[in-house]
């Protein structure tokens, strides 16, 4: 979700102008997606790396996740949206721990779209937490220890639940991961938009999902020639 500061700076707004639009776009992502037949939706929100920002940008960012959850969460889970926040959490406050608490434990049975907010979020941060489980759990099994699989891998990281993304998008126009699933992404389809992010819609979504349709995944293989349009 990038692009909210220059969406604020063209109107002759601050920038935290552009972040609260950006919870409104969130809110129509999360409602396109679900009318899309989407089923897993990953926003990444704050990263492990925006900490560097002025403090009270920070302080502003924090307080729309608490606002976010706060005033949306008995909509989202009227609308059977199961919510789970991926990120570090060692380094969140007691206020908003407290709220990421209750918004996993009040949608945890809806069968609806899975919502996945990265919150103090950094792939590189997860693979290395999950490394340092494993590690412990293979000097515990000591001459036990079996080797380490992919599958060991993904199973530590936050997003253990969550199948792999078919396709990541950017907004902004920016053409970088930015240490957003770097693991999880490793087949995943790319597509970067022009748009801003307050001004993602429903139109947006299309726009990247007909591009992710018209996409040939080939995991690594090749394309068989009969599947090849001439
Ligand atoms: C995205 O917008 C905000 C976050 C999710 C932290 P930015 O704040 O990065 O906006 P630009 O890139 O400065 O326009
Ligand atoms: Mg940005």
């Not at 608490?66 to 005033?71: D, L």
Request: one cysteine or more; aromatic letters at 8%; charged letters at 25%.
């Amino acid at each position: 979700m990038d692009g909210n500061g220059r969406w604020a700076a063209s109107r002759g707004m601050p920038r935290s102008y552009g972040h609260k639009a950006g919870v409104e776009a969130v809110r129509r992502a999360v409602r396109a997606a679900g009318e899309a037949g989407i089923r897993y939706l990953t926003v990444y929100a704050f990263s492990s790396e925006n900490w560097s920002r002025p403090a009270d940008e920070v302080r502003d960012l924090m307080g729309l996740m608490k606002f976010f959850v706060t005033r949306d969460l008995a909509e989202l889970c009227a609308n059977n949206v199961h919510i789970r926040v991926i990120g570090d959490r060692s380094g969140l406050s007691q206020d908003i721990l407290g709220l990421i608490e209750t918004a996993e434990s009040r949608s945890r049975e809806n069968t609806g779209l899975k919502l996945n907010i990265a919150f103090n979020y950094g792939s590189r941060d997860e693979i290395t937490r999950a490394v340092g489980r494993l590690v412990e759990r293979q000097v515990a099994a000591g001459a036990q220890a079996a080797p380490i699989t992919e599958a060991d891998i993904s199973a530590q990281l936050d997003t253990a639940e969550t199948p792999d993304p078919d396709l990541v998008i950017r907004t902004s126009g920016e053409m970088r991961l930015s240490n957003f699933l770097l693991w999880q992404a490793a087949y995943a389809e790319f597509v970067f938009l022009p748009c801003m992010w307050p001004d993602f819609d429903s139109q947006w979504l299309r726009t990247a999902l007909d591009e992710y349709a018209s996409r040939t995944r080939r995991f690594g293989g090749v394309t068989a020639a009969k599947d090849i349009a001439l």
